[in-house]
């Protein structure tokens, strides 16, 4: 066996060019596996995104695909034939209710080979098109359902030609394109695929479409339901699973993975570092932030809470701890918001800092973000010595043992200011809290563990041996 | 000119007697005015000059249609090319641009033609004595206003100012004509061709003042690279353009060199056997075309807009019946069109079978009349085969036009040399209209798939 297995991450819109949870996530899992040799393939909207982080030097190869770049798969349409009537034979299979074999037809799709045009070109898929108009959205204008239609495949069609580098394992950080193109890789190659999901592709989609104004109708439900689909492929034909948490494990079984494919692993932060803060705890309230100032976050709800609890305490202080680059016109309302309050003497936008002088004289931990999956930051308050109360979203209310104190629904400022309040008026009650929680980070939560399961999964999966019992195309 | 034909379309609509001769008048005015001019002020030069010019009229005569003949044929493509790209340029309201390509294209083919004249000639065996030297340059200057004047043409028809177009085509058709005559008797066949050729430069100039005084032309984004990509995206058009042309002359060509009768002094030579039924019979067609730009063309051209608007805001359902509907127009107005221009082609062979007398010279009237009726035909199928941007459609059409006259019937008429001229160029002509049409009918049925998928590559 090759010493350094050689592990393809497969990446959609996060590392290494958008900072973030998942990111910091990849970063650790590269930076902390040096025996092993990485391979980014990263997908992304468009050409030339800075880098974000310095690559680790066991990042040996970069590839980007960029979705809807036509230019580069090109051939003759004889070549993509194959591929359209194994397409057609999928979609047969999916009408009638059987599975369709996704493997027989990435199969028939040659590397690289741009199928959009094949879907015009080719007058039995014209034809097919033209029937799931009639029968699902006939009331409605057909060249709306042409291009969504037309939109949608072009991007899959762009994650099923991707052309990864060669590898011995191809791990794929969420369903989506990023799995549909290590799905094909591992199918091309026979090497085995690996999923790990952080939040769940589907639904964080889901949300976006339900909230966007430009998709509408009956085309919401169809790129819903698209996104469903992918994640299901990929639960069922992923080698192995990992979630975070059991919740999202749950999910995943629903959607069709198989129970024995399926871990958990979940984050872990680096407990010596955290926990070696001294604290140095400062006159007055001190409530904490740390994230980006970007909507998700909920930085708004934030300002509603600091805006309720100095009505009652004046001596508090609110730190906004993160970026303000990456969304300046959400900023900017931010600010304005403080302003228009009358709290920005008593709410301060930090910018990017070193975290650990803020947890060495923070008092709580406010997480407000509408998504999350499971928040690193309430791992490091724990190991800090600092409490968190959060929205109740992704892992969170598992973290804190559904406990209501420290408990309340996304965009309820009311409740998380009660929250506050409630900590704030019981120091003696906390420090027990806190000391249960710093157990509670030093034994489920340590980066090293994880280190240690990814490790573990990549050299069993890389094996050699392991592609020999897959389908081979 | 779907525009003109919708406005004269109005005019007739409003009826009475004098509003529609007036229409149509104007019809042909529009469709065959510069062409008209063009014949009639040849003819009255052969005929009023012909004795000041004495035996140098042949001379005169075959460097004009030579000059006319192989322009057409070898320059068509580029002027479909040109077309394409002004056509283009002025639907996105770049006219300053389209103007600037006019000056470009109308340099290149006065280049090209010094160039290709220039050598032709430079090679040509004359013997006229001392005034060959004059006699060649005047050639070269000739045919290169010719295709300057082409290319003006074309562009200044998406102008619609008829009405000056005619008005400067009259005058430099007038000044030719005087030059004919003031330089012809001086200096005999060279400066009769100088004064006709002086006389298109001078249209040809005035055309190009008319374009000049509606579009300036501006700076050119991409330069001979963006003319070029056009070439490669529409080469089946350009080359389709070439190919008909060629193919319409080729037949000529052949009877040149095979039956024709050398132009004394000069490697060329003529057919007036063929030639003269052919440019008459070429004139049998104008009623026909002034019925395309009044009735085929506009209809046409509202079927496939409501058909491209089906396409954009319709359902399936509506889509198909606008498919459906586009079908039975194109059937109908091809139809229509062909009984009312047959009914001119009838009424042209009566008059031949009335005023000629010799039974060979009747029979190849009739023949040729019959092939400017196909002929016609084929024009209006590749009309529609360009609206709908089949162009590699037009290009089977044409190439089965250009195999068949130029190629595969010289080689029947020299193996039946009693069949009369003309003949090839007719079964050609049907051929190539069958072909069209049938690639046509074909093409309908799955027209939506073909514009969405131009749409996605285009994307």
Redesign the interface.
């Known amino acids: 066996m090759n010493e350094k297995p050689r592990i393809c991450l497969i990446l959609e819109g996060s590392y290494p060019f958008i900072t973030g949870g998942v990111s910091a996530w990849v970063q650790d899992i590269i930076s902390g596996l040096d025996g092993i040799d990485f391979v980014l393939f990263t997908i992304s909207p468009q050409k030339n995104q800075k880098l974000r982080y310095v690559l680790p030097p066991n990042i040996t190869e970069h590839r980007d695909l960029v979705l809807g770049d036509?230019e580069s798969g090109r051939r003759s349409h004889n070549e993509g034939r194959p591929a359209v009537g194994a397409i057609l034979a999928a979609h047969a299979r999916m009408f009638s209710g059987a599975m369709p074999n996704i493997r027989e037809m990435i199969s028939r799709i040659p590397e690289g080979y741009d199928l959009?045009?094949d879907a015009?070109?080719e007058?039995r898929y014209?034809k097919l098109m033209?029937r799931m108009?009639?029968e699902r959205n006939?009331?409605?204008?057909?060249?709306d359902y042409?291009w969504a239609w037309?939109s949608a495949h072009a991007m899959l069609f762009d994650a099923l030609r991707a052309n990864p580098p060669e590898a011995d394992l191809y791990h794929a950080i969420s369903t989506g394109f990023a799995g549909l193109a290590a799905l094909a890789a591992s199918v091309r190659r026979n090497k085995p695929f690996l999923l790990t999901e952080h939040g769940l592709y589907h639904k964080e989609r889901e949300i976006e479409i339900r909230k966007s104004q430009y998709i509408r109708g009956y085309q919401r439900d169809m790129w819903i339901k698209a996104y469903n689909r992918i994640s299901g492929i990929c639960y069922r034909e992923a080698d192995s699973i990992t979630a975070l948490f059991e919740e999202n494990r749950q999910k995943q079984l629903e959607l069709g993975a198989a129970a024995d494919k399926c871990v958990v692993i979940p984050n872990g932060i680096d407990i010596g570092r955290f926990a070696s803060v001294v604290r140095a705890p400062r006159p007055g309230f001190h409530v904490g932030l740390v994230g980006r100032i970007v909507p998700i976050k909920d930085i708004k709800t934030f300002i509603a809470v600091a805006k309720i609890v100095l009505d009652r305490y004046s001596d508090a202080e609110f730190h906004a701890i993160g970026p303000t680059d990456e969304d300046e016109g959400y900023y900017e309302e931010c600010v304005a918001l403080t302003e228009s309050l009358r709290i920005s003497d008593r709410f301060h936008f930090t910018g990017r800092q070193n975290v650990l002088e803020y947890y060495s004289f923070l008092d709580l931990m406010l997480l407000t973000s509408i998504r999350e999956a499971q928040p690193l930051v309430i791992m490091e308050g724990w190991a800090a010595g600092v409490p968190s109360v959060t929205t109740k979203v992704g892992n969170a209310p598992e973290m804190v043992d559904y406990d209501e104190r420290f408990l309340a629904p996304s965009k309820d400022a009311a409740k998380l200011a009660e929250c506050v309040i409630w900590i704030r008026g019981h120091p003696e009650e906390m420090a027990e809290i806190n000391r249960a929680n710093r157990e509670k980070a030093i034994s489920r939560y340590d980066k090293k563990d994880m280190l240690s399961s990814y490790e573990k999964l990549y050299r069993r999966m890389a094996r050699p041996e392991a592609g020999k019992r897959r389908w081979r195309a | 000119m779907a525009g003109i034909g919708f406005e004269l379309r109005r005019v007739i609509g409003k009826g009475g007697l004098s509003r529609s001769l007036g229409a149509a008048l104007s019809g042909i005015l529009i469709v065959a005015g510069p062409w008209l001019m063009t014949i009639l002020s040849f003819f009255f030069i052969r005929s009023i000059f012909s004795r000041s010019l004495a035996s140098s009229a042949d001379l005169f005569q075959v460097a004009v249609i030579y000059s006319y003949a192989v322009s057409i044929s070898l320059f068509s493509g580029l002027h479909h090319h040109f077309t394409r790209i002004v056509a283009d340029l002025i639907w996105e309201d770049r006219h300053a641009e389209a103007s600037a390509w006019l000056v470009r294209f109308a340099l290149a083919a006065a280049a090209l033609s010094v160039a290709l004249g220039g050598t032709a000639m430079a090679v040509a065996p004359l013997d006229l004595g001392g005034g060959a030297l004059a006699y060649r340059i005047a050639c070269v200057f000739l045919f290169a206003t010719v295709n300057v004047m082409w290319i003006v043409m074309l562009f200044v028809s998406l102008l619609r100012r008829y009405i000056a177009i005619l008005a400067i085509f009259a005058a430099g058709m007038a000044a030719s004509v005087f030059l004919v005559a003031a330089w012809g008797g001086r200096w005999g066949p060279a400066g009769a061709l100088f004064g006709y050729a002086t006389g298109h430069a001078f249209t040809a100039a005035g055309l190009l003042a008319l374009s000049f005084s509606r579009y300036t032309p501006a700076a050119i984004s991409g330069g001979w690279k963006f003319a070029m990509d056009y070439a490669r995206r529409y080469r089946a058009l350009i080359l389709s353009g070439f190919l008909f042309y060629l193919g319409q002359w080729s037949d000529k060509f052949v009877f040149w060199a095979l039956r024709g009768s050398a132009v004394a002094g000069t490697p060329f030579r003529l057919y007036e056997a063929y030639d003269v039924p052919v440019y008459v019979a070429g004139l049998s067609i104008i009623p026909g075309l002034v019925y395309f730009v009044i009735y085929s063309e506009t209809e046409i051209y509202a079927s496939i807009r409501r058909f491209l608007n089906s396409?954009?805001?319709?359902?399936?359902?509506h889509?198909f019946e606008a498919k459906e509907r586009l079908g039975t127009d194109l059937r109908r107005e091809l139809h229509d069109q062909t009984l009312f221009q047959l009914t001119f082609t009838f009424l042209a062979m009566l008059l031949v079978l009335a005023r000629e007398p010799d039974g060979a010279r009747r029979l190849v009237y009739l023949v040729a009349l019959c092939g400017a009726f196909a002929q016609f035909t084929l024009m209006t199928l590749l009309n529609f085969l360009y609206y709908f941007e089949l162009y590699e459609r037009s290009l089977v059409a044409t190439a089965v036009f250009f195999i068949a006259n130029g190629l595969v019937f010289p080689l029947v008429q020299l193996l039946l040399p009693g069949l009369p001229p003309g003949s090839g160029f007719l079964c050609a002509g049907i051929a190539a209209s069958a072909a069209a049409w049938a690639l046509l009918l074909q093409a309908v049925p799955?027209m939506d798939?073909r514009i969405?998928?131009r749409t996605?590559?285009r994307?």
């Open positions: 036509r959009t045009e015009v070109v007058s014209w033209q108009n009639e006939p009331a409605y204008p057909f060249s042409f037309q | 396409l954009t805001h319709e359902t399936l359902a889509i799955d798939r969405f998928l996605v590559r994307n």
